[in-house]
């Protein structure tokens, strides 16, 4: 078998990020892969009671198209995404702290609007 590309999305929704290497256990996942997600703001959920939500919860490439013009990039180190706006504009977030999410949710609010 040969593997052309790897790629994994940390954050559902969001663009892949390319990877050159990577850790694989057999019948284990991506690492890394849709760990996290950004769910709509009329979802609700407790993150001190998780619980199964159905993906039209989260924003998605297929419902939210402008989000394909996102570039991304993951650091599994520090578990910071940093994310590329079409406009060139840079926005780091540590996806483990809340306090650093605004920025990117105001930008994915901006780009997407009410088309959710």
């Known amino acids: 078998m040969r593997i052309e590309s790897l790629v994994r999305y940390p954050v559902k929704g969001l663009g892949p990020d390319l990877l050159y290497a990577t850790d694989l256990v057999a019948g284990g996942a991506m690492p890394f892969d849709r760990e996290y997600a ?23 490439l297929m419902r939210n198209p402008p989000l394909a013009a996102l570039q991304t990039a993951y650091d599994e180190s ?39």
């Open 38 to 60: 950004i769910a709509h703001a009329i979802t609700d959920f407790d993150p001190e009671r998780p619980s199964y939500l159905q993906k039209h919860h989260f924003l998605m």
């Open 78 to 116: 520090d578990r910071c995404i940093n994310v590329i706006l079409p406009d060139g504009a840079r926005i780091g977030c540590a996806l483990d702290d809340p306090g650093t999410h605004q920025p990117l949710i105001d930008a994915l609010t901006k780009m997407i609007g009410d088309r959710c």
